[in-house]
């Protein structure tokens, strides 16, 4: 069992761009519209900050977009923010046998 | 306000059963898929399992599959998660999770602030 394939870290300096990457295969990202991208500060509850490839819930910067090419799924941060440093997961669902949905490896994001 | 506590976490040994719960408030419970989802210490985020609004679908993951029972109390706006078997791999924090609705895919838009299962003797 595969988790979607993500960048250990990424690091930027304030104001700029990142940009987050979450390969998986046709069976879950390439195959559906059904990328989310969440962010999780330690110990606190992750945070739902795209849904559906590219749809921001109500609340949510707009510094933050998704996009999706193929297998592989991207967040872009804009205008990098102290605040923005944080733990990042993409997930989809699966037509995987072996699950329903399916989290990346996560990534790290530091601002310097 | 939405609101989703878990509770039932503890230590236990390995082989042994444990319980979580999840009381939801602030939303029609009933109207709302449900997952728990689970993160290992210095490890990520693990779907665990799925339930349906009405509770007539489930799904698991296979690391989970057999052991884990996820089931809901409409009445009682609550979730569950009945851990047999339990084996070391499986301490984590465990938290419960609403997705929204109309939303393809997982879409969590609130999370519990989750309970931790330690699997160790």
């Known amino acids: 069992q595969s988790a979607l394939t993500q960048p250990a870290s990424v690091s930027g300096s304030p104001g700029q761009s990142i940009t987050i990457s979450c390969t998986g295969t046709?069976?879950?990202?390439?195959?559906?519209?059904?990328v989310s991208w969440y962010q999780h500060h330690p110990d606190k509850a992750p945070k739902l900050m795209i849904y559906?490839?590219?749809n921001r819930p109500s609340g949510v910067s707009n510094r933050f977009s998704g996009s999706k090419s193929g297998n592989t799924a991207s967040l872009t941060i804009s205008g990098l923010q102290a605040e923005d440093e944080a733990d990042y997961y993409c997930?989809?669902?699966?037509?995987?046998?072996?699950?329903?949905?399916?989290f990346g490896t996560g990534t790290k994001v530091s601002v310097l | 306000e939405v609101q989703l506590v878990e509770s039932g976490g503890g230590l236990v040994q390995p082989g042994g059963s444990l319980r979580l719960s999840c009381a939801a408030s602030g939303f029609i419970f009933s109207s709302y898929e449900m997952n728990w989802v689970r993160q290992a210490p210095g490890k990520g985020l693990e779907w665990v399992s799925y339930i349906s609004s009405s509770g007539n679908t489930i799904f698991y993951a296979d690391s989970v599959k057999g052991r884990f029972t996820i089931s809901r109390d409409n009445s009682k706006n609550s979730l569950y998660l009945q851990m047999n078997s339990l084996r070391a791999e499986d301490t984590a924090v465990y938290y419960c999770?609403?997705?929204?609705?109309?939303?393809?895919?997982?879409?969590?838009?609130?999370w519990g602030q989750g309970t931790l299962v330690t699997v160790s003797s």
């Open positions: 999770a609403r997705e929204t609705l109309g939303c393809f895919g997982d879409c969590y838009d609130y």
């Open positions: 559906e490839v590219s």
């Open positions: 997930s989809s669902y699966t037509s995987d046998s072996t699950r329903f949905y399916v």
């Open positions: 046709s069976s879950d990202v390439g195959g559906y519209n059904s």
